[in-house]
């Protein structure tokens, strides 16, 4: 069986915030658990927040915007190694971390002020990976962190979380080689465990309810990786 | 919190086997639950298997399949509305049913014997309605019911599941109109909820477990929807 606890009553994460201590003293940790956090908490934790009004917007930002704010779109810009596909105001942007996502990970949305904006972390691994070692030194408890965003999908309505940044996490579950039921090898069979654990961790996170992490607990999913590693290599990529 | 069970100890299933009584049979259902039946069981269940040794390879077929085995390239061009993309042997096409999907859906792992190829369900909603009928019938529990599979992404390593069918299940939650804890308005923040639900079960279905079927209790998902309402409208999608 696997359970899902949200952490509850966590205050607005602001620029400076230990994550750790904040979950630490909310959360009941065991070792092998996985400790989901959204990447807006983290974000912001970080600093990680660009006010509009500083911004100058550049022409192509302005072209990009159309009847939007441009200085938004000089943010994505900026955040991008590349527009993968744009129809305004809609923006996909391969992001400086190698993501492929919409407007760069730059989101308006739970912003700490009207007229900000908020990034994805510089190193989302990192950011696990320190959020990690803080439990570790508070709670004793080794367990793995998830940094999770949501994330449109092409040919699929609706956004789902999927894993940005990990810490002690196995990103892919890799069944080649091993055999189903019947026998057969199951060729090709490459699971994405930690974008899986993202998205169920969304189910209690919820967008307003304020709760900026969870706790799941009996999936083994222990194991080293990045959350670069669920990136599509460009040169496989058949979509970008 | 929410919980995810796995449906132990189900035989390997064979066509006309009541799904429905097999689970019954070895889960604690309450009204309000979700429970996610793996595609292969709910293919195999209802009959929807081809014998490759029957099928006879158009040249479009062998073609398309390289050194690959062309009856299941035919399979799979009988199966599909259209090509999207290949780069053989991959094919990514668009299934009568309407997903975007690898190979049309049609997989030859865990088929019931060598030689054969397992399809989707013909009406994936209506697979779901059956079992959800069943469930009631016979526990009196009104659940959820989602048929999973699971799919390949653009832009990200491994597969996630998805719901391909559903019943009694609200497949999107559309935050439009809420506030977040700021008071500002989150546009265009759809969660594709019956895929996250149907990715969390994964994490105990297991593909060389035997394990076709989960329950997850404490997610408020009851609406109406089709797994179709998951699938991105061709006019609205920059990757079709």
Redesign the interface.
């Given at each position: 069986?696997?359970?899902?606890?949200?952490v509850e009553g966590l205050p607005?994460i602001l620029d400076g915030d230990d994550l750790a201590a904040l979950i630490a003293e909310r959360a009941d940790l065991r070792g092998g658990d996985v400790v989901v956090v959204a990447q807006k908490a983290v974000s912001k934790a970080e600093g990680r927040v660009v006010r509009l009004a500083e911004v100058e917007p550049s022409d192509e930002a302005r072209l990009l915007a159309g009847n939007e704010d441009p200085r938004r779109f000089e943010v994505i810009l900026r955040e991008s190694k590349r527009i993968v596909?744009t129809?305004p105001p809609?923006v996909?942007a391969e992001t400086r971390q190698g993501?492929?996502c919409a407007s760069a990970g730059v989101d308006?949305?739970?912003?700490?002020?009207?007229g900000m904006v908020v990034l994805l972390p510089e190193d989302p691994d990192e950011s696990a990976a320190r959020v990690r070692r803080g439990l570790y030194e508070l709670t004793g408890a080794d367990v793995g962190v998830i940094v999770s965003d949501?994330f449109g999908?092409?040919?699929?309505?609706?956004?789902?979380?999927?894993a940005i940044g990990l810490s002690g996490i196995r990103?892919?579950?890799d069944?080649e080689g091993?055999?189903?039921?019947?026998g057969?090898e199951?060729?090709a069979?490459?699971?994405?465990?930690a974008?899986?654990?993202a998205?169920?961790a969304?189910?209690?996170l919820g967008?307003?309810a304020?709760i900026p992490a969870a706790v799941i607990r009996?999936?083994d999913a222990r194991g080293v990786g990045s959350g670069r590693?669920?990136?599509?290599p460009a040169e496989r990529?058949?979509?970008?």
């Open positions: 069986m696997i359970s899902i606890v949200p607005e596909r129809r809609l996909i993501f492929v308006s949305s739970n912003a700490p002020e009207a949501s999908r092409p040919w699929r309505q609706g956004t789902t979380d999927v990103p892919l579950l069944l091993e055999r189903d039921s019947a057969y199951l060729h069979t490459v699971i994405a465990i974008d899986e654990l998205g169920a969304e189910l209690v967008k307003t304020g009996g999936v590693d669920l990136v599509m990529d058949l979509f970008r």
